[in-house]
């Protein structure tokens, strides 16, 4: 279950021992979206009187999304193939944005 900070729109849970910090915002609409800016910084938008347990659910299982190489990633309106490649000499997971293009480099 996720703990709700003082300001009442942020939230904190943990999950497979990683802190997922999330704001979370109740509106008038009928689905729960998911966003995350640049920073890393995620917001959670629901309809009001979802219940905290069913946004922690939701969280879950995009947190641990695994891509594909030549899935699409959509990011901020556009979609985009993914290219995958592994090099022994990376020593840190990174994604490198080449024009039409998402690559995520990974190490050993």
């Known amino acids: 279950m996720g703990i709700k900070c003082p300001t009442g729109d942020e939230m904190v849970h943990n999950y497979s021992g990683e802190i997922i ?3 979370i915002k109740y509106k008038k609409r009928t689905t729960i979206g998911i966003t995350m800016d640049h ?4 917001e959670v938008l629901a309809p009001k009187g979802t219940p905290d347990e069913r946004v922690i659910q939701l969280l879950e299982d995009k947190w641990e999304k695994v891509y594909e190489h030549g899935e699409s990633f959509l990011y901020l309106g556009d979609t985009y193939p993914i290219r995958i490649y592994h090099d022994i000499n990376i ?3 990174h994604v490198v944005l080449e024009g039409d293009f998402h690559t995520f480099l990974l190490g050993k």
Do not use: A, E, P, S
């Open 21 to 23: 910090q999330f704001d």
């Open 91 to 93: 020593t840190q997971d």
């Open 39 to 42: 920073y890393g910084n995620i």
